[in-house]
């Protein structure tokens, strides 16, 4: 047998075993990071909403925000519908109902199934790798690295909602059809997956729309010259059956007539002024995914715009080639953030502008122009080593100035995945600074899991003596927020007041039977079992609260509640008020003692217990 024949290749696809092997390993390390204690933290509002949504899709077949006992009235009932089902594209709540079905009903459920996904999106993000820069192995496992360790994507991707699967499904549409259009005949199954990959964007976030027409339009602007009339015909079909079914999904879910909801106040800014303000603020924000730091991305628009002069200056055809990875991905990035603030109602003075969390699927789109621009750095030297001017040899020698070069490039990757800095040179946090790099603060808080204030008042509540006509009254000042309490705790206790008569659909919400509850703060109304208050009807001074028979509050009423009637029989230290295992890491907190140690006594919750006859007032 001929040896060469017999040997093992050493060629994988166009890269190398080893080097394959040391994205496994990264993919590895990453699947580690993302499902390292999933049970932690408790799931806050969003997560809560679509975890709530999922089981009763699960047990009844019907997204219902009633569950029979309590309701999902997030936000006074404004995302609630005639038919009790919630304002929201199907595809998070469905996923929520399937991870239920094949792991059981518990907190982590639906964030092992986008733990799941997250490891297909890398999968498949490693095959745009290699089809992006197929010669540059090294510079894809920076790129690959830059996303699979990155906070900002852990962070993510452990999220019980929609942030996985919309990420994996953006990144198959843009890899299916640029396969298509790369071909000049055949390869119809591509685009039957980027149609798919479309519909799925779509109907998991209605911001797909925004993205699908966006890589449209660079993919299609890069190759157009591999059409045919033909094949003009099938894109164009392939196109109009994608709006077929968004269409008929948007107008079909009512979310048509909900236009509304998505209004904000423009101030007095006028049009153009407002719009400009806003991208300022997106591309400023989008910096936050830490995949681009701001730096690498000033660098990257240098460069991108002098291959574009270039490719400019070349007439010719058959040389200008398909457009380098990095003008496609920055054009990709930024036509997408154009056209949704295009589009957007956003005021560009409000302090998150568009939510960074409808952009976080750009994250492995930043990653190949940063990967590259480190690639640039550590070669510089050597690749410019006639340009760079004598005088420069003088202060540095050029051994010295080459190894400083690659010096750089290390700490600029070392830094760009282990924290923030290099992204915000001032903090932008707007809690506290982070004394220690991110992707370590991130490990520790898996370790050492810190309280958190729907926890803590959960606990609290299995412990007391409750007896049926017993009220439990939590007065919340708008912090200790709904959809946790009702995913947490809607099984054990009543839930009242999450819709008032100034709810968008009382008169239909008033006609469901057994709602009586939801409108009177009176505990006569339902005595099945406890009473759980909470919510804007419900102050320390109201006319029902000091009916309670425990009553956890914040230190800050405790005065006016005391004189009420009440004393104090345990306090909540070091609990955190703010729903801090939000995934963006403007808002994320990892040290919750650190913080609350360093706020207002104030804000620490008091559980008190009714004694004697309450005082009215």
């Not at 986008?114 to 290699?130: E, G, I, M, Q, S």
């Not at 019980?160 to 499904?169: D, K, R, T, V």
């Not at 299916?176 to 799925?200: D, E, K, N, T």
């Not at 154009?338 to 409808?358: H, K, M, N, Q, T």
Request: glycine share 6%; proline share 6%.
């Amino acid at each position: 047998m001929n040896k060469a024949a017999a040997s093992i290749p050493t060629e994988v696809a166009g890269w190398s075993r080893n080097q394959w092997l040391m994205f496994v390993g990264v993919g590895l390390l990453s699947a580690i990071l993302l499902t390292l204690n999933l049970s932690y933290p408790l799931p806050w509002n969003d997560e809560a909403t679509m975890m709530f949504l999922g089981k009763q899709l699960l047990e009844t077949g019907h997204a219902s925000v009633w569950d029979g006992r309590n309701m999902m009235g997030y936000r006074n009932g404004h995302y609630i519908t005639d038919d009790l089902s919630f304002f929201y594209p199907p595809v998070p709540y469905t996923l929520a109902a399937i991870a239920m079905a094949i792991f059981g009903v518990h907190d982590w459920s639906y964030r092992l199934l986008n733990c799941l996904l997250a490891l297909v999106t890398l999968a498949v993000f490693a095959a745009v790798l290699r089809r992006e820069l197929p010669k540059r192995p090294y510079v894809s496992l920076i790129a690959f690295a830059l996303v699979a360790l990155q906070p900002a994507f852990l962070l993510f991707m452990r999220q019980a909602n929609y942030y996985s699967i919309f990420m994996l499904a953006n990144l198959c549409f843009y890899f299916s059809l640029r396969s298509w259009m790369q071909q000049s005949r055949g390869g119809h199954a591509w685009l039957a997956g980027s149609v798919l990959a479309g519909v799925i964007s779509f109907i998991t976030l209605y911001f797909g729309a925004l993205w699908v027409l966006a890589c449209g339009l660079i993919v299609l602007a890069e190759n157009w010259r591999n059409l045919n009339k033909r094949r003009w015909a099938i894109l164009v079909g392939a196109g109009a059956l994608w709006l077929a079914i968004c269409c008929y999904n948007f107008f079909a879910s009512g979310v048509a007539g909900f236009a509304d909801k998505y209004t904000a106040f423009l101030y007095n800014y006028s049009w153009v002024p407002r719009k400009l303000l806003l991208m300022l603020h997106s591309l400023g924000a989008s910096s936050e995914l830490d995949t681009l730091p701001w730096p690498l991305g000033v660098l990257a628009l240098a460069v991108a715009g002098r291959q574009i002069w270039v490719m400019y200056q070349n007439k010719s055809k058959t040389d200008r080639g398909p457009w380098p990875a990095l003008v496609r991905h920055l054009a990709l990035c930024l036509s997408f953030m154009v056209i949704l603030v295009l589009v957007s109602f956003e005021s560009p003075i409000a302090a998150a502008g568009i939510d960074i969390r409808y952009r976080h699927f750009l994250m492995p789109f930043f990653a190949i122009p940063g990967a590259l621009m480190i690639d640039f750095i550590f070669n510089f030297c050597r690749a410019n080593k006639k340009q760079i001017p004598k005088w420069v040899y003088e202060i540095i020698p050029y051994p010295s100035l080459n190894k400083l070069s690659k010096v750089l490039a290390v700490l600029i990757t070392f830094f760009t995945i282990t924290t923030d800095y290099v992204s915000q040179p001032v903090s932008r946090h707007d809690f506290y600074d982070r004394p220690l790099p991110d992707l370590y603060l991130y490990v520790r808080e898996l370790v050492t899991p810190q309280a958190d204030v729907v926890r803590a008042v959960a606990e609290a509540i299995d412990e007391l003596p409750l007896k049926e006509g017993d009220t439990l009254a939590i007065h919340t000042g708008g912090k200790l927020e709904y959809p946790p309490v009702v995913w947490q705790l809607s099984d054990k206790i009543l839930i009242c007041c999450q819709i008032d008569r100034y709810s968008r659909n009382f008169r239909t919400l008033a006609k469901v039977s057994d709602l009586a509850h939801f409108l009177r703060l009176d505990p006569e109304v339902n005595p099945r079992g406890p009473t759980f208050v909470s919510g804007r009807p419900i102050y320390p001074k109201g006319k029902n609260l000091y009916k309670a028979s425990y009553i956890v509050i914040y230190r800050k009423y405790i005065p006016e509640v005391i004189d009420m009637g009440y004393r104090i029989i345990k306090t909540f230290p070091f609990v955190y008020h703010f729903a801090y295992s939000r995934p963006e890491l403007r808002y994320h907190i990892y040290d919750s003692d650190f913080f609350f140690a360093h706020q207002p006594s104030g804000e620490q919750l008091i559980l008190l217990q009714a004694f004697g006859k309450a005082k009215t007032k």
